[in-house]
């Protein structure tokens, strides 16, 4: 996500207050529209309602809102290469692990009511059937396989985590994991995370950890 | 998934060839034309086209399709508890704990392609948003994730689990595991099935089984 001031704290928000230019601020009248009705009540006319610019760029630029929409998804995936993948400064593999985990299979209890996160599920799910957000959806798997692998690697050579592993396919099953919970937690009352959450911790102390 | 003979096993579909009373027949109906259109082109008309007998049958029980296919999920549910969980008369724990991650995290080229796989994840995606579904879809969870608890409360009992595990937080794990894994097939292409399966069964070994 981005940093800098947010207004939509109420649904993490990953836009500035006052976007200077026009795609920017398309993209945040797309957040707050998905927010405000989901995915699937979204209209382009719904969009335009949350657009401080004239309307007619809207409608001049998009036939509809799937087109809207994977721009949309495009523009999320450009400033964090996955939008589940927090961007940390730490450089300590097993922290930034942690910080992974952490991310994706516990919530605060606000997240876990966010609009923005079901309405990500529900887009995910038009993968099923439509071939622009599967390769889409591809597309962040595979960049977020890839980013958990080169951690992988670089804590074996740093002497953090065993030898002995094979990096992309622990980064597999943690993508697995991690869309299991997002999954589970926008389409479930079940309050899985803490227990989920604590059975992870438990696999990356037994084994991808050194025993010191 | 019932056994029996089918008639649509391209499809993998769980119906009797000549369902004998009307109910069936409607659940069969809408199986095939869930299969057929996926969850977004479904309508009654659609599912009435299916059905062998009196269309009127079908208009005058449904309202809507989302009625009808929560009552198509719920007769999946009495039949195996979860549609995802293969009944298996197996009664060696760790025999049914691998039958079960086996299921869930591989699929055969021709189950990859399962246009009903894709249509449950896109109806499973729906609860982000409708009550029903989600109402629906936590009461599979935690049926799901109660049978795998007993599972492993039977073999730590028996003696083939460790005895330091968390019954209940493992089966919560691997619950959002074959979740994550269903979540992925239905939305990405990447190749994703043999890795994952893998790093499953590693941590099956090195976390929940014994050592001899």
Redesign the interface.
Known sequence: MMSGKHTDADDDSPFPEDPSDTRTAIMKATFKALCKH?Y?DLTIKRISEEFPMSKSLLYHHYDGKDELLLEFLGYLLERSEEQDFPVTTEDDPEARLYSFIEHT?TMSEKAQKSSFR??L??M??????DEN???H??RT??HL?EHLTEILVEGIEVGVFREDI?P???A??L???????K??Q?????P?LE??H???E??IE??LLRTP
Chains 1, 2 share one sequence.
């Open positions: 989901g699937a299979t079901n309405a599920v529900e995910r799910a038009q993968a099923a059937h957000y599967r390769t959806f591809t798997r595979v396989v094979t992309d396919s622990v597999e099953f993508v697995t994991v991690a869309h299991g919970s999954f589970d926008a389409t479930t009352d079940d899985i227990m989920t604590a059975e992870v438990r696999y037994s084994c």
